[in-house]
């Protein structure tokens, strides 16, 4: 099973504290199995841009984002244009990025956006 496929899986958990950063070593390993997600913030951030042929198929992405955010309990930023999507992830209560995040991503990545 891949990196993706297992995180995907998987459900977010309530984190606080820096103990749950994850080490640059396992952010650079996940990221290789994430296609166009990249670090931004100094690496206390993952990011994506999403593209979309109209506003209707952007908005319906972003519905989704919703309720997978809401069921994990783990909320992006979000820049919605008319045809592409920001997708930010990191978690402030940790102070950068933690499993939570990869977690999320991997259930995006799963969704059939195009």
């Known amino acids: ?20 950063l994850l080490a640059h070593e396992t952010v650079a390993t996940y990221l290789l199995a994430f296609k166009d997600w990249k670090l931004v913030e100094n690496e206390q951030a993952i990011s994506k841009t999403y593209h979309f042929d109209n506003y209707y198929k952007t908005m319906a992405f972003v519905n989704a984002i919703a309720f997978i955010a809401h069921h994990e309990d783990h909320h992006p930023d979000l820049g919605v244009h008319y045809n592409r999507c920001v997708v930010r992830f990191s978690t402030h209560d940790v102070g950068g990025l933690s499993q939570n995040d990869f977690i999320c991503a991997a259930k995006l990545e799963r969704l059939n956006y195009e």
């Open 1 to 20: 099973m891949s990196i993706l496929e297992t995180l995907a899986k998987r459900h977010c958990q309530a984190l606080k504290g820096a103990e749950h």
